[in-house]
């Protein structure tokens, strides 16, 4: 299992760095030692239920909090820290969580959960000197769950996922083979721990393979870029909003992003524009993949031998896929239809939600993903959107992810993103916020931006307004959150179409 091919690389990589962030170089055997040492201070902790939750940004010791868990054979929940106080405390409540472990920065969290009635530890004012004593990983079964995460929340509320042993251990296992990572590589994590991605592809994939990791705490282009050129990072994971940021820096040159030779892009749908600009600037492949908090999160991505610009890459070892109509029904060949995926990477359940479980795993142990997906004759996969994201205006079906691919190409948009509205005599219809390039001082009219979107689309699809704004409101995972994007609460620059 991973906790002990992690402890493994402990004793066989020794002095070699394992982990580098902003409080310095963590080695191999530094890092099982800390891990250990870790365990003994849980276990002076007051509260001793199965559960804790850990408040730590992607870092050395949020590693380690993730290992001691383990180590005691305790359920991790990775708790989101970009999220208000008030919203933390009723994820802890959600999650019947009695004791947080967290770092001092956190002050109004820490402070809400201790008023909330959470004990609260502060890791960086533990002592890790202490030498460790021997101790052997506890046994634990494949099907015993191995930590839960909260989903992003995107358009309904968060909902805690429970993955297990198998889970985790099957899905870094095919992601490897899958990717052909090898031990002498070094990842760069910039995403959260709380986030499937970070945890998996940051976390437990390189150090199972005894790779190094540079974790930077807070997602900054110019960091990025100098980690990667001082460190000769060959693994980047991000999610598409931070690759358009990327582009858009003036330090981002070729050489620069020389070393980089996986840049893998999950979380949300990656343009196929942002795919071609990457690789004819930087010379690098954009790799599109996809997966989401209930399936630990892999379920297919492309490769640098094997990808498709605007699909998602092949499924990975072990996981099947169908595409079925409204019935349940698979779809003819490629048809459309929703995605279910079954395999050992599928989730246990929601924790403590067994309605919504029954709602999306079915009795054979498929999980209904809610997305829309085609797959062409070489069985890569596409993902075409969101079942509950259509938008039905006079019975026409529109697919806000296709306009926002359109609108992403027309200069100067660096975000855009597409929502249905209601409407009395079409049911609904499509409107569009769009986050402009600030370097530049003119934005186009709507009528512009119509024209632009009728040029490759049907004009039904093309959004009946359009809204700028300064930002858009992301989600912590990265994703543009709609469900916060309504036109009352547009900037004043708001346009009529």
């Not at 282009?221 to 060959?234: G, S």
């Not at 079906?397 to 209601?422: H, S, T, W, Y």
């Amino acid at each position: 299992m991973l906790l002990e091919t992690i402890l493994a690389q402990g004793r066989r990589r020794g002095s070699q760095t394992a982990i580098v962030d902003d409080r310095g170089e963590v080695s191999f055997s530094q890092l099982r030692a800390a891990g250990s040492i870790m365990l003994g201070h849980l276990n002076r902790c007051r509260r001793k239920t199965e559960r804790f939750g850990i408040l730590i940004p992607q870092s050395a010791g949020c590693a380690i909090a993730f290992l001691a868990a383990r180590l005691s054979n305790r359920v991790p929940v990775m708790l989101n820290f970009l999220l208000k106080p008030a919203e933390l405390v009723e994820i802890c409540r959600d999650a019947q969580l009695e004791f947080v472990l967290s770092i001092r920065y956190f002050k109004e969290h820490n402070a809400a959960l201790r008023d909330a009635g959470l004990e609260v530890m502060l890791m960086d004012e533990l002592s890790f000197r202490r030498i460790p004593w021997p101790r052997q990983a506890p046994k634990r079964s494949k099907d015993d769950t191995a930590v839960i995460l909260y989903t992003s929340g995107t358009s309904a509320a968060p909902k805690g996922v429970m993955l297990t042993n198998q889970n985790l251990d099957s899905n870094a296992q095919a992601s490897i083979e899958h990717a052909k990572f090898n031990g002498q590589m070094t990842f760069l994590g910039v995403l959260p721990m709380f986030h499937a991605l970070g945890l998996m592809a940051t976390c437990l994939i390189p150090l199972s393979l005894g790779c190094k990791v540079v974790y930077i705490t807070r997602f900054n282009p110019a960091a990025v870029i100098d980690a990667v050129r001082k460190h000769h990072v060959q693994v980047l994971v991000a999610v598409p909003t931070m690759y358009a940021i990327l582009a858009h820096s003036k330090a981002a040159t070729r050489e620069a992003l020389a070393s980089v030779q996986y840049a893998i892009s999950g979380g949300e749908p990656l343009p196929v524009s942002l795919i071609d600009e990457y690789q004819q600037r930087f010379g690098i492949p954009l790799l599109e993949g996809f997966g989401l908090t209930e399936t630990s999160p892999m379920v297919s991505f492309n490769v640098p031998w094997a990808r498709r610009p605007g699909s998602v890459g092949k499924a990975i070892a072990g996981v099947e896929i169908r595409l079925t109509d409204d019935s349940g029904v698979d779809s003819a060949p490629g048809e459309p239809g929703e995605l279910w995926i079954r395999g050992p990477n599928v989730m246990k359940g929601y924790y403590n939600r067994p309605r919504d479980t029954a709602e999306v795993l079915t009795a054979d142990g498929w999980f209904k993903t809610g997305d829309i997906a085609r797959r062409d004759a070489d069985d890569f996969l596409y993902i075409t959107g969101r079942k509950k994201d259509l938008i039905i205006m006079g019975g026409e079906k529109i697919v806000p992810a296709q306009i926002e691919e359109v609108l992403r190409q027309f200069p100067g948009v660096v975000l855009a993103a597409v929502i249905g509205v209601k409407d009395a005599q079409r049911g609904e219809v499509p409107v569009a916020f769009i986050q402009w390039n600030a370097d530049l001082a003119s934005k186009p009219s709507p009528h512009e931006l119509r024209a632009f979107v009728c040029r490759s689309l049907a004009a039904y699809k093309a959004p009946r307004e359009f809204f700028y704004v300064d930002s858009m409101p992301l989600t912590p995972t990265g994703k543009i959150s709609k469900r916060h994007l309504t036109p009352p609460a547009a900037a004043p620059s708001t346009v009529d179409a």
